[in-house]
Each structure stands twice: as structure tokens, then as C-alpha cells.
């Protein structure tokens, strides 16, 4: 029960609070001379059903307006007009034309008429505005859901678009479930059989889709408008919120049920409000000053995310702000981690200058609630703070860009590449050990949303962008990719078996890598993007996952399912318990060789590179060698004990299915004391003694 003793309301907790007999609504806004609360019983009403203006004395407390409202009920729609001065110049930008969402608000109810434009103009945009929602977060049954909490040297994650993963027609989903969370929950078996152990979802929080070029959506979701509720075009029902609410949580359990985490890709770095000539949809309209960095002329937003304006995340409204979203979606919606867009944006202060220990930072690693949750950094941003090997503390993971490209480099046989890929393999210790920190640290991976898929990573030289309609100019050019001879698609054999190759390389890099890997939806089954590597506004076949490749390509997902269970049963100890990767090289004795033993060449110009793992406690090795030459190399391997002993191929990459990749018990035999590795190939040999534990 409530202890509200009459219709003031209370401050705490910020948003919409329901109890038995009505809701308590708060929001802050220091600077306002006055607040209305506005209801509506539909998103598209032209008007307000019922206005409530608060008496600055009874309904505020401080910076805080509140009032309680009687008989308000889950589902109710509302928002805030908020009244005060509007002068640009001192940075304050309150419009009382303008309908406010709740920056607590749980839900977000998104009309027919929406328009991004008349929050850009003068005048009233009642009937266009988005419209907070009241939810009752008590209701949904999680039954006995708990966090899995996966150790990072045993997780391997898929970064996913939750509606491009089902959304095409060949996905095979019930036509009302397409582009949904609940589509997510019909295809866990897929994501089982593939060996992945954690999803990563781009952006899920609701996000303005009209902010992208004219005619096109914005499809990735990096331009947030609430930082609590989930986004509502992916539910089933778009026209109730809170059914959002409970089909997201739905896949959560129904994820955590398979033994998948959910790690949300989250954006506390900017907003979908733009520059001063965006929307007022938010936080612009409440508390400017408390919200955004501004330019010394504070009519101008300072940009450090590439957007338009970047949130002030020290100051102390937006960091509780931001702890507040992050304790919310791990205990109340149950995920598991977070990648943070643009983190490095932490690092700095109200002013927009690097600082050291940014308060932000220390409190999201220290707070009790996210103990247990999986902390990703993409630690730089577009300022050019660059912070990878030195964001956070051991808790924090990093996205490695200098593992994606290096190892980009290297297998398409630039020069100056050996040693980086040496460094990469074994946990970036050139980038992490200078900070004191222990290998682990970097998250591996070659492709994610930003850029090429992996496919048109070894098809096209150049970006093809031009769908976006911006002239081919969007998107980076540094893209490191190799198109193998031919620009795009290609029916000359050769050309198409040195992809595959290629493909199967990256994989075996990935995942055979100390840290803990990433993969990219589709890359298993060679999703294309027709070269494009900014498809961040295509909402179209160009972005979703067409399952047809399955079938097509099943050669390559094969090879990645069967890695990913090498990665995780890298050994077997005594009893037949399986060794993780990890684990099995934290015992093992390592030496680099070269196609002579113990030589390795980390010349300008090498392009091979071999290695060999050699684990006293399980008395067995492994031998990998890496040729991005675009000759055949003989390479020298490991004599081992006894005229009987024999080295077992595991994997060699120029080989077609399924002598690609052999479980040990399945894999050749390999005579003599050389082997040759084709062109742009890897291999990996195995050995044990017939005296060990391992077999």
C-alpha cells in the first residue's frame, strides 16, 4: 500500500509509480515555472482527454514535480508540458507547446501520426507526439528465471538486430511474429545448434525511427528517446505498451531457459533530440543544461558522438539517470550485460574534457545490483578519445578495434602484420599488460553491425553505399577488406573457394583467440550487404537475415558450430571433462615458429606465422600454422616421442567439408615432419600421448 497521504504526490520514485487506489507521477525539472500532466486514451488523439496543471507549491519538492492521481491504471498514456524560459543563448529551451516524455517512463507509446518533424517546428504536436506509458512492472510471471552468470573466458557472443533476425519472409516464423522479440523465441533452437552462449542486441531501447535520411528508417536503433522502455515497433502488438514490456521479458526467460544471456548494446551517449535544430521530444524540453554538453555559446550543443548533441553523463541527474536505466533492465527485465556505445563519452566531464576516474565509470563498476552483469566497453568515441587497454577497471571488457584490424591485415597479406597478430592471438598483452591488466580483457572480433558483414569483408574493395542515399559518402573507407579478384558476387570458381577460405580463416582467428570472441548474425551462413558497411538506415532484405543461406552455405555454418565446440572442448582432462581454450593455455608451454622450427619470421614482409601449444599436465600439444601467402608454404612441425607417435589433423582451411574440421578421434593422420599448408589456409595439428588422460 501506498503512504501517500493526499493528492501531492511524492518525489520518489521518479516516473510513474502505480499503487492499489491510482499512479504517482514525478518528474524533475529545475528551471521550470510551471508543469502540466497531460492524459491521453489514445496516441493519436489530437488532444488531451484531462490536463493537470501541478500548484508549484502542493505537487513540488526541490527540482521535483509530483502529484497523485486517483483510478490511474497500467496503460494510460500520458506526458508533460513544461513551462519556462526559452533563451537559446543561456541554454534553455522550454516549449509548453511541446507534449514531454517521461525520461522514467516504461513505456512509450508510438501513433500512426507521429512526426519528428512538428517537434522540430513551432506549435502544438499533441497529435503527432510520442506518449509516455503507466506500467505495472509487478504483474509479469519470470517463475524461477535467475541470471546465468557465464564466466567471459566460456562465453561466446552473437551480435543480432532482433527484428533483422527474423523478419524476412524465408525466416520460417509465424507472419505475426517476424521482426519481434517473440520472433527471437522461435528460432533458440537455431542459436542452440550453432553454440553461441550470449546474444547481443542492438539497440532495444525506444529509439526515434524517423530520424534517418528522407524515405528511409532508422533501422539499427542508436538514437534513443527513453532509456527504460523497450522498443515497441518489436512487439506484437504496437499498439500496447505494456504487452512490450511482457514479450520482452518473455524472450528474456525464454533465453535464459536455452542457456543464452542477453547483453543489451546500450546508448548513454547521446539522444534522439539532435542538435538545436532536432525535436524537442525529452530531455531538451525539461532541463537542458542538466542533460546536454553545450558550446561556450550555449545555443550550440557540443558533439563528441557524431550526432548532434552528447549527454552531460557526470553530471549528477544523468549519472543517477543512467545507474538507475542499468539497475532497471538487470532487475527488473533480467538481462545480463551491456555493451556501451561510445563509452569513452564517460570519460568525460560537463565541459566535455577528458578526466581521470570519471565518477560514472566508478559507480556503474562498484553498484551491488550490477555485481554480477557483464560490463562491455566500446572505449573510444567520436572526439577522439581512444581508451582501449585503459577504460574501467578488470570488471570492464573492451572491444578490441586493433584486433579486428590487425588480423584484417594479416590474412590479406599486409606488410608489418606478423608480430600484431602474434600479440592479438595470445590476449593483446602490448595493449592490456602496459595497464596491468590480465589477458582476457579484449572482446575478439572481425565484423560486427558497424561495417562489412564478413562475406562482403572478402568480396568488395570498396564500400557500395549508395542505397543510403547520401552519395556514397556515409561510411568509413579504412575498411581493411580484400575482394579476392572480383568486386561483388562472383561465378568464377577460384575466386569463390579463396572466399570460403578466407571466411573460414577469420573464424579459426576469432575463436581461437585468447579473450572472448564476438560473431556477427549471418556471418555463419555469409549474410550479405551487397557492400554496403553503414546500412544503419535499411530496413529492408539488404540488413535481415535471409535463412535461404542455410542451406546455401551450410558448409560454413558447419565449420563455425564445429570451432565453437573446439573452443569449449579445447581437451579433455581426467574423467573426460572438457578444457575451454583458456584454460587449456594457461598450462601450456608456447613457442613461435616460423616454416623452420623455433624461427619465427617477424619481418616486414612475413605472412606466416606458426605456433605450438604444449600442455605438460595433459601431456599432449597442439601445433597451428597461419600461411596468408599467396604461395604454398612447407612448414616444419614439432617432432614428437616414439617412432609410433603421430600428429592428428584438426583443421585445415583449404580443405572442403568435412574435411575442413575433424574432431580428434575423426581427424587424418599426418606422416613425416612437414606440412604443407595451402595458400591463404590454417592449420591445426593435435598430439597426445597415448599415456595421458587426453585422447
Given amino acids: 500500500m501506498r503512504d501517500i497521504t493526499d493528492d501531492r504526490g511524492r518525489p520518489y520514485p521518479l516516473g510513474a509509480t502505480v499503487y492499489p487506489d491510482g499512479t504517482n507521477f514525478s518528474i524533475l525539472s529545475a528551471s521550470a515555472c510551471g508543469m502540466q500532466l497531460v492524459l491521453f486514451d489514445h496516441a493519436d488523439d489530437r488532444a488531451a482527454t484531462r490536463t493537470i496543471t501541478l500548484d508549484p507549491v502542493r505537487n513540488r519538492t526541490s527540482h521535483y514535480w509530483h502529484i497523485f492521481l486517483p483510478g490511474i491504471k497500467p496503460g494510460q498514456l500520458y506526458g508533460y508540458r513544461a513551462d519556462g524560459p526559452h533563451d537559446p543563448a543561456a541554454g534553455q529551451r522550454f516549449d509548453p507547446q511541446k507534449v514531454l516524455l517521461d525520461p522514467y517512463g516504461k513505456g512509450v507509446s508510438v501513433g500512426q501520426s507521429y512526426s519528428r518533424a512538428a517537434a522540430c517546428m513551432p506549435g502544438d504536436n499533441a497529435s503527432t507526439s510520442m506518449k509516455s506509458v503507466v506500467a505495472d512492472l509487478s504483474l509479469f510471471d519470470w517463475e524461477d528465471d535467475k541470471p546465468i552468470n557465464r564466466l567471459f573466458r566460456d562465453t561466446v557472443i552473437y551480435e543480432m538486430h532482433v527484428a533483422g533476425f527474423t523478419r524476412h519472409t524465408s525466416s520460417g516464423v509465424a507472419a505475426a511474429n517476424r521482426g519481434t522479440y517473440l520472433g527471437v523465441v522461435e528460432k533458440i533452437p537455431y542459436l542452440q545448434s550453432l553454440g553461441i552462449t550470449a546474444v547481443e542486441l542492438l539497440p532495444v531501447f525506444q529509439f526515434d525511427s524517423a530520424d534517418a535520411p528522407s524515405g528511409l528508417a532508422n533501422y539499427w536503433g542508436y538514437d534513443p528517446v527513453s532509456f527504460f522502455a523497450p522498443h515497441l515497433a518489436y512487439s506484437t502488438n504496437t499498439d500496447d505498451p505494456v504487452d512490450c514490456l511482457d514479450e520482452f521479458r518473455t524472450m528474456v526467460k525464454a533465453l535464459h531457459r536455452a542457456g543464452l544471456e542477453v547483453i543489451l548494446d546500450v546508448v548513454y551517449n547521446h539522444t534522439a533530440e539532435g542538435d538545436e535544430r532536432g525535436p524537442t521530444i525529452c530531455f531538451r524540453g525539461l532541463e537542458n543544461t542538466f542533460y546536454y554538453m553545450l558550446e561556450d555559446n550555449r545555443a550550440h550543443y557540443a558533439d563528441f558522438t557524431g ?3 552528447t549527454l552531460k553523463s557526470n553530471h549528477s541527474v544523468v549519472k543517477r539517470l543512467i545507474l538507475d536505466s542499468l539497475k532497471y533492465w538487470v532487475s527488473e527485465m533480467h538481462v545480463d550485460g551491456f555493451r556501451f556505445d561510445l563509452a569513452s563519452i564517460f570519460s568525460r566531464s560537463d565541459s566535455g574534457e577528458p ?20 560490463l562491455i566497453a566500446e572505449a573510444w568515441d567520436s572526439g577522439g578519445l581512444y581508451q582501449v587497454g585503459s577504460f574501467g577497471q578488470d570488471k570492464w571488457k573492451e572491444w578490441n578495434g586493433a584486433y579486428r584490424d590487425d588480423v584484417k591485415g594479416f ?54 553505399n549508395d542505397q543510403n542515399r547520401s552519395q556514397n559518402s556515409d561510411g568509413t573507407n579504412a575498411n581493411l577488406s580484400w575482394n579476392c579478384g572480383t568486386e561483388g558476387p562472383s561465378t568464377n570458381p577460384a575466386v569463390e573457394h579463396l572466399r570460403i577460405r578466407q571466411i573460414k580463416n577469420f573464424f579459426t582467428l576469432v575463436l581461437f583467440s585468447v579473450g572472448t570472441p564476438m560473431l556477427l548474425m549471418g556471418d555463419e551462413v555469409r549474410r550479405t550487404q551487397q557492400g554496403n558497411n553503414n546500412a544503419y538506415c535499411l530496413d529492408n532484405e539488404v540488413s535481415w537475415f535471409d535463412w535461404d543461406l542455410c542451406k546455401t552455405n551450410a558448409e560454413i555454418f558447419r565449420f563455425v558450430q564445429e570451432l565453437i565446440r573446439l573452443r569449449q572442448h579445447f581437451d579433455r582432462g581426467a574423467g573426460g571433462n572438457a578444457i575451454p581454450l583458456e584454460d587449456y593455455l594457461s598450462n601450456a608451454h608456447i613457442k613461435w615458429h616460423g616454416t623452420v622450427l623455433d624461427k619465427p619470421d617477424w619481418g616486414a614482409d612475413s605472412h606466416s606465422i606458426a605456433v605450438s601449444f604444449h600442455n605438460h599436465a595433459l601431456n599432449n600439444m597442439r601445433y597451428i600454422a597461419i600461411n596468408s601467402y599467396w604461395n604454398a608454404l612447407e612448414f616444419e612441425i614439432p617432432p614428437l616421442p616414439g617412432s609410433s607417435s603421430r600428429w592428428i589433423r584438426m583443421i585445415d582451411t583449404s580443405l572442403g567439408s568435412p574435411d575442413d574440421i575433424a574432431e580428434v578421434e575423426r581427424g587424418s593422420e599426418i606422416m613425416g615432419s612437414t606440412y604443407v599448408v595451402n595458400p591463404h589456409s590454417i592449420v591445426m595439428l593435435h598430439f597426445a600421448s597415448l599415456n595421458g588422460d587426453s585422447q
Fill in 307 to 309: 550526432t548532434g548533441n
Fill in 355 to 374: 578526466e581521470l576516474n570519471a565518477p560514472i565509470i566508478w559507480e556503474i563498476d562498484s553498484d551491488p545490483v550490477l555485481a554480477g552483469t557483464k
Fill in 411 to 464: 590474412l590479406k597479406a599486409d606488410s608489418n602484420t606478423a608480430w600484431k597478430l602474434h600479440n592479438r592471438i595470445i590476449g593483446s598483452p602490448d595493449i592490456y599488460k602496459c595497464g596491468h591488466r590480465p589477458t582476457g580483457q579484449s572482446i575478439n572480433y572481425i565484423t560486427c553491425h558497424d561495417g562489412f558483414t564478413l562475406n562482403d569483408l572478402v568480396s568488395f574493395n570498396s564500400k557500395h
